[in-house]
């Protein structure tokens, strides 16, 4: 598992926890390194504009919510989500049922947010993100895609785009915010359709705007009657 915590611009910060998946080393490069992981986590959040404060990898063997941290590292994320006031967390369901040793993402959000954090972001792969702050809950799906080469890097490439809507912006509205939900999604749909970062190389603009109009589409629905 690798953590790193990033000031948005504003003062604004967001804790960003991606895991090591699994504890092999391979030439493949669908599969690469942790560390490799990392850096281009890392590199993603420099490049536009953000400040890593802190970054590392730790090695995870299984995704049981009982084991997955450990408990001497579910103390330390408490305290550090204690004491950095962040305003953004960043973590999957694994982590998140660990951190709140419960099943229930609901009751989890209640107990993070009660420590400190404005907002809770939770990954969960192909069934989309939950984003809870201490009044509404938003979630988006994952946008449908019949090919699929790579899904590796897509969490990080949802945090970089995430918080890079928001660096952007400026805007940390409501509404802003579940719009930067929905772009990170987006920019997460295009890494999974390559390995590595090939796909984002290639990505226009006008491919974001489209299928972030496409999410639109797909998530919007009438008022019953």
């Known amino acids: 598992m690798s953590e790193s915590a990033a000031k948005i611009s504003g003062g604004q910060s967001a804790f960003v926890v991606h895991p090591k998946q699994g504890g092999r080393r391979t030439n493949d490069p669908a599969r690469r390194t942790p560390e ?3 850096a281009e986590a890392v590199g993603l959040a420099q490049a536009i504009g ?4 802190h970054a590392e990898v730790v090695s995870v063997q299984t995704p049981n ?7 001497g590292r579910i103390t330390t994320m408490k305290g550090v989500i204690a004491e950095e006031k962040i305003d953004v967390l960043i973590i999957n369901d694994g982590e998140a049922r660990a951190l709140g040793q419960d099943s229930n993402l609901v009751k989890v959000a209640k107990q993070v947010l009660a420590r400190g954090p404005k907002h809770l972001i939770i990954k969960r792969g192909e069934y989309g993100v939950l984003m809870f702050n201490g009044t ?13 080469r790579d899904p590796t890097g897509a969490g990080d490439t949802f945090a970089g ?15 802003a915010m579940k719009q930067a939900i929905i772009f990170g999604s987006v920019m997460a749909s295009f890494t999974v359709e390559s390995f590595s970062l090939d796909r984002l190389r290639i990505l ?8 972030f109009q496409e999410f639109k589409r797909l998530t919007h629905f009438e008022d019953v009657s």
């Open 50 to 53: 953000l400040t890593v404060r």
């Open 65 to 71: 919510p009982k084991t997955f941290l450990g408990e």
């Open 136 to 148: 509404q809950v938003f979630g988006a799906p994952a946008f449908p895609l019949e090919d699929v």
């Open 204 to 211: 226009d603009y006008k491919e974001i705007q489209a299928r």
């Open 161 to 175: 785009g995430f918080l890079g809507y928001l660096a952007a912006t400026g805007n940390r509205s409501p509404e």
């Open 36 to 38: 490799a992981s990392l």
